[in-house]
C-alpha cells in the first residue's frame, strides 16, 4: 500500500505524462516534401538567338535554353552557384521534449542559389542579369528532405527569375540587336590600303 507521499508522487508523475501527451498530440508534424509548384509561365524563346559560350545547356534558364543557335553572334554566359545551410534546435531542448517524438521540426536545411547571365554581341554587352533564390525545409525525426530535392527546387528558382527579367526586358534586347544588324561595324580605321 502507497503512503499519501507515494500517492502524491504517483499522480504527479501521471499528470506529466498526461500533459505530455496531450502536448504531442497538439503537435502539428511537418511534412518535408516540397511545396506544389508555383504556376510558372510557360518557357518562350527570346525575340534573337544566341550561342552559349560559358554554362551547360542542361541547366539554363527555359527562355535562354529554347533561344540558342551555335551560328550567332550573340553570347550567353551563363553560371549558378548554390550553397547549402543548416539550422538545428538544441538537441537538450529537443531530446527532453515530447513534441519531438510527435514530429516536431528539429531544424531546417536550405540551399541557395546565385545565377548569372550576360549577354553579349561581339564585344558589346547588351544584358547582364543576377538572380538569388532560397529554399528552406523543416526536418523531424522522421522525415528529411534530401540536399538533391532542395537543390533542385533552388535551381528552379534561380532560373524563374532570370527569365522574369529577361521578359522584362526583351523589347530593349530586341532593339540593341536589331540596331547592330541595321548599323554593321564600320572598318577599322587601321586598314592597310
Known amino acids: 500500500m502507497l503512503s499519501d507521499k507515494g500517492r502524491a508522487i504517483s499522480a504527479y508523475a501521471l499528470a506529466l505524462v498526461l500533459a505530455a501527451g496531450a502536448a504531442g498530440c497538439a503537435v502539428r508534424q511537418l511534412v518535408s516534401t516540397p511545396p506544389p509548384a508555383q504556376a510558372a509561365a510557360p518557357a518562350r524563346p527570346l525575340p534573337f538567338r544566341g550561342r552559349l559560350a560559358q554554362g551547360d545547356p542542361d541547366q539554363l534558364p527555359p527562355d535562354v535554353a529554347l533561344s540558342l543557335s551555335a551560328t550567332s553572334p550573340v553570347t550567353f554566359m551563363y553560371r549558378e552557384e548554390l550553397t547549402h ?3 538545428h534546435d538544441s538537441m537538450l531542448a529537443t531530446a527532453l521534449a515530447p513534441s519531438t517524438y510527435a514530429g516536431a ?3 531546417e536545411y536550405g540551399v541557395t542559389a546565385f545565377a548569372s547571365l550576360s549577354i553579349t554581341d ?3 554587352i547588351i544584358g547582364d542579369y543576377t538572380a538569388k533564390a532560397r529554399v528552406w525545409r523543416s526536418y ?3 522525415a528529411a528532405p534530401t540536399h ?4 533542385e527546387a533552388a535551381r528552379v528558382a534561380v532560373r524563374h527569375k532570370i527569365d522574369a527579367q529577361l521578359e522584362a526586358d526583351a523589347g530593349r534586347l530586341a532593339q540593341a540587336i536589331a540596331a547592330r544588324s541595321a548599323h554593321p561595324a564600320a572598318p577599322s580605321d ?3 590600303q
Open 105 to 107: 521540426p528539429l531544424g
Open 148 to 151: 538533391r530535392e532542395l537543390e
Open 140 to 142: 523531424s525525426l522522421y
Open 190 to 192: 587601321h586598314s592597310i
Open 122 to 124: 561581339g564585344e558589346k
Open 85 to 87: 545551410d543548416e539550422r
